[in-house]
Antibody, heavy 123, light 110 residues
Framework: QVQLVQSGAEVKKPGASVKVSCKASGYTFTSYGISWVRQAPGQGLEWMGWISAYNGNTNYAQKLQGRVTMTTDTSTSTAYMELRSLRSDDTAVYYC????????????????WGQGTLVTVSS | SYVLTQPPSVSVAPGKTARITCGGNNIGSKSVHWYQQKPGQAPVLVIYYDSDRPSGIPERFSGSNSGNTATLTISRVEAGDEADYYCQVWDSSSDHPHGVFGGGTKLTVL
């Protein structure tokens, strides 16, 4: 069965960086992409970007350009999301989700989700 | 940027039909996906490509999309359907389409 298992909760100070992992199992990792979605406390869902596990292509939300980097390690079927220069409004639950891709572009639907990783940014 | 508008809340009695709308400029030309999120849990895909249901999602869940409104319909509503529901599309107005979520609708079962 398809599973996405994320790393544990993090507490960071403003200005620091965080790297969240998402280990996939139960499917051919390189046949799909991973989108990252975050949810601030009591708020809605916000798409952050995607990475194709096939060729490493990425597409980031404009508001996060320059602060976010998404990578994959195909040898371990793991995706990573690093967010730098953290601010208090980056406090959120971060989700990875499997995304349907074609030709290295991922514009599908999110059919499996990780359990979420709470990132708290506080001085 | 593309904006999706959902009503903040919808209330329905058990056994009745709930309709949750998602408004957007010419949304009928886009593919709409719907997610259900219960408190403290990750979202779950309930409808994709406007009206397709993933395996394991009850037939009570259906979707439609036309003009400026997409609709998620839940028939014979049960207490377990109480959750937040989000619509999602890809905004292709830039070179690289960006994911867009609606603000979410809280479904309350009376």
């Amino acid at each position: 069965q398809v599973q996405l298992v994320q790393s544990g909760a993090e507490v960071k100070k403003p200005g620091a960086s965080v790297k969240v992992s998402c280990k996939a199992s139960g499917y051919t990792f390189t046949s799909y992409g991973i989108s990252w979605v975050r949810q601030a406390p009591g708020q809605g869902l916000e798409w952050m970007g995607w990475i194709s596990a096939y060729n490493g292509n990425t597409n980031y939300a404009q508001k996060l350009q320059g602060r976010v980097t998404m990578t994959t390690d195909t040898s371990t079927s793991t995706a990573y999301m690093e967010l730098r220069s953290l601010r208090s409004d980056d406090t959120a639950v971060y989700y990875c989700a499997r995304d349907l891709c074609s030709g290295g572009s991922c514009y599908g639907y999110f059919d499996y989700w990780g359990q979420g990783t709470l990132v708290t940014v506080s001085s | 940027s593309y904006v999706l508008t959902q009503p903040p809340s919808v209330s329905v009695a058990p056994g009745k039909t709930a309709r949750i709308t998602c408004g957007g400029n010419n949304i009928g030309s886009k593919s709409v996906h719907w997610y259900q999120q219960k408190p403290g849990q990750a979202p779950v895909l309930v409808i994709y490509y406007d009206s397709d249901r993933p395996s394991g999602i009850p037939e009570r869940f259906s979707g439609s999309n036309s003009g400026n409104t997409a609709t998620l319909t839940i028939s014979r509503v049960e207490a377990g359907d109480e959750a937040d529901y989000y619509c999602q599309v890809w905004d292709s107005s830039s070179d690289h389409p960006h994911g867009v979520f609606g603000g979410g609708t809280k479904l309350t079962v009376l």
